[in-house]
C-alpha cells in the first residue's frame, strides 16, 4: 500500500501518515517496523522519519500461511459488485463459507480462488461470514488493509445486513424486538442457547406475509452473535424453516440447507467513501422488491 505525501503534511513523521491518511493500525505499524517492512521513496525507514511533499510512504503487509491450500472449485460465482479494493459475492447453499477438514475442496474460499484464475499467492479475506446452511450477500476484501478497515466497520451503524427468513410457526407480535443473551450450548462446539450468562444479542423482525402456518419475515442484527438469527427465532417457537440444529430439517424441500438469505448489506467503502447498497432475493422469496427490504421496523 502507497501513500504520496501532500503539501500539507510537509515535516509529519512516517508513523503520523500511517495512523492518520493511511489509516493503519498500530498493531500493524508496529509488525512492519520491525520486520522492515516500511519505505520512505523506496527505502526501508523508521516511523519517526520526517517526510516531504511528494514523498512516497509505503507499507508492505504480511501474509499469514492460510490453514488450508486452496484448490480449484469450478461453480457458478455471482459477483454483483467489485472493484480493486473489494467484492461483493452471493453466496450459494449448502456451501461452507471458508474451508476447513470437512470441506478442502468445495467451500467459498476455493470459488473465489478460482474466479481470480487460482493466483500463485491467493490470501482468501471474507469481512463477514454466512453459515454454510444460509445463502446470500457477503464481502471479501481483496488487501489485507481494506480487511482490517472492513472488520473495525463490521459492527457499526456503517455496516448494515437485513435476512429474509422462512419459519415454521407465525411470531407473535408480528414485529418487534427479540432482546435474549446467547451462550454456547455446555460441551457443544456449534450449537448456541439462550442463557442468563450469555453475551447481549439483538434481533429486530418484522413479518412480511403468513400461510399455512409459516411466515416470510424480515429481520436486522443489532449484535452480531454466531446463529444469532436461528437461535433467536427458535427460542420464540418460530424456528428457520429447514433448521437442522434448531427446528426440524427439510431434505426434500431445503437439501443441506434452510430458509435463511442475507438479503440486504449497506457499508461505506473504507477507500472510497462511497456508500455501498447491494440486494438480493432467494427463490423463495423472489418476489419482495428493495423497498420492503428497506422499511421501517417500527
Same mark, same amino acid.
Given at each position: ?26 498493531? &500493524? ?8 517492512? %516500511?519505505?520512505?521513496?523506496? /527505502?526501508?525507514? +523508521?516511523?519517526? $522519519?520526517? =517526510? ?14 492460510? &490453514? ?8 457458478? %460465482?455471482?459477483?454483483?459488485? /467489485?472493484?480493486? +479494493?473489494?467484492? $461483493?459475492? =452471493? ?208
Amino acid at each position: 500500500m502507497e501513500y504520496t505525501v501532500k503539501a500539507e503534511e510537509s515535516g509529519r513523521r512516517v508513523r503520523e501518515i500511517l495512523g492518520g491518511s493511511m489509516g493503519v493500525s498500530y498493531t &500493524a505499524m508496529k509488525s512492519a517496523k520491525w520486520n522492515g517492512r %516500511l519505505f520512505l521513496n523506496g /527505502e526501508r525507514v +523508521h516511523t519517526d $522519519a520526517r =517526510v516531504e511533499p511528494g514523498d512516497v510512504v509505503r507499507i508492505e503487509w504480511a501474509e499469514e500461511e492460510p &490453514a488450508y491450500r486452496p484448490r480449484r472449485f469450478e461453480t457458478a %460465482l455471482e459477483v454483483p459488485w /467489485e472493484d480493486e +479494493h473489494l467484492m $461483493a459475492v =452471493v453466496k450459494p447453499a449448502p456451501l461452507a463459507s471458508q474451508s476447513s477438514r470437512n470441506h478442502p475442496d468445495d467451500s467459498l474460499e476455493n470459488a473465489v480462488y478460482t474466479y481470480f484464475g487460482c493466483p500463485e499467492k491467493f490470501v482468501y479475506r471474507p469481512v463477514n461470514r454466512l453459515d454454510k446452511g444460509t445463502s446470500g450477500l457477503m464481502l471479501i476484501a481483496k488487501t489485507p488493509h481494506c480487511q482490517h478497515l472492513m472488520q473495525k466497520q463490521l459492527h457499526s451503524e456503517n455496516f448494515r445486513r437485513r435476512y429474509l427468513a422462512m419459519t415454521d410457526g407465525i411470531p407473535e407480535p408480528r414485529g418487534g424486538i427479540i432482546d435474549l443473551p446467547i451462550a454456547k450450548a455446555p460441551g457443544a462446539t456449534v450449537k448456541r442457547i439462550i442463557s442468563g450468562d450469555g453475551k447481549p444479542s439483538r434481533t429486530r423482525y418484522r413479518v412480511l406475509e403468513e400461510k399455512a402456518g409459516k411466515a416470510l419475515v424480515l429481520l436486522e442484527l443489532e449484535t452480531g452473535r454466531t446463529h444469532q438469527i436461528r437461535v433467536h427465532l427458535s427460542a420464540i417457537g418460530c424456528p428457520v424453516r429447514g433448521d437442522f440444529l434448531y427446528g426440524e430439517e427439510q431434505p426434500e424441500e431445503l437439501p443441506g440447507r434452510f430458509a435463511l438469505h442475507s438479503a440486504l448489506l449497506e457499508a461505506v467503502h473504507p477507500i472510497t467513501g462511497e456508500r455501498i447498497r447491494l440486494t438480493s432475493r432467494p427463490t423463495w422469496a423472489a418476489e419482495i422488491a428493495d423497498n420492503v427490504l428497506l422499511m421501517d421496523f417500527d
